[in-house]
């Protein structure tokens, strides 16, 4: 069963206007940790930000905003004023404590292209 | 500090020949990942260490892969024989067990083309 979910596959926006990744996930667990990963063209993969399951306070790092809610298992991510340099696969990812070692779990991806 | 770091970065190859993908993790780290990204079946884990111990194996698609970790500063992935496939970008990470947060840092990555 897939344990992250991004529904979109690919987002198309203009320079400027707000963009919102979803991602769903799924877990027994009640200790976990919730990532977002971002992929370039350049092919590398980007830590961006780190939540873990008791922490639901939604945060902001410039113009990256995330939006955590346990009750709907949603860890969502907004771009605000995107920037074409905001280009890229965007990849949520789930890490479980299953045997005393954490693995990720990652979603699909979402494909953002920003557009001058 | 340097990252992880993993050669080579670019790999083509023909089906039948062996592949061997190399990995350096970041110095401390104890726990290596290999991971496996392609169009149809997006970022797989194939396996993992810890200690330099294989834990989890289970992604491991076929017999034709293998991996090792010798040394805490080295694993290798290894095909053969290699078949098209086969052809993927195979990323190798690490982190910190003690962490215990599962944060992963990458490497840039070896793209494989198995012709």
């Known amino acids: 069963a897939q344990k992250v979910t991004q529904a979109q596959t690919e987002i198309s926006v203009v320079e400027k206007e707000d963009v919102t990744l979803d991602c769903v996930y799924e877990t027994r667990d009640t200790t976990y940790y919730l990532f977002w990963y971002k992929q370039p063209p350049s092919g590398e993969l980007v830590f961006l930000i780190r939540?873990?399951?008791?922490?639901?306070q939604n945060e902001i790092s410039g113009r990256y905003s995330w939006n955590f809610q346990k009750s709907t298992s949603s860890f969502n991510f907004t771009i605000t004023a995107s920037q074409v340099v905001d280009s890229a696969v965007y990849f949520c990812a789930l890490s479980e404590d299953l045997t005393g070692d954490y693995k990720l779990s990652f979603g699909a991806g979402t494909t953002v292209t920003v557009r001058a | 500090d340097a990252g992880v770091i993993q050669s080579p970065r670019h790999e083509v190859t023909e089906m039948g020949q062996e592949v061997t993908l190399r990995c350096k993790p970041i110095s401390g780290h104890n726990s290596l990942f290999w991971y496996r990204q392609t169009m149809m079946r997006g970022l797989e884990l194939l396996i993992y260490f810890n200690n330099n111990v294989p834990i989890d194996d289970s992604g491991m698609p076929e017999d034709r892969f293998s991996a090792k970790m010798p040394n805490a500063s080295f694993s290798t992935l290894k095909i053969q024989p290699s078949e098209p496939r086969d052809s993927a970008v195979y990323f190798c990470?690490?982190?910190?067990?003690?962490?215990?947060?599962?944060?992963?840092?990458f490497g840039e990555g070896s793209r494989l083309t198995v012709l």
């Open positions: 990470a690490s982190s910190l067990r003690q962490s215990n947060t599962g944060e992963l840092f």
């Open positions: 939540r873990n399951s008791f922490d639901e």
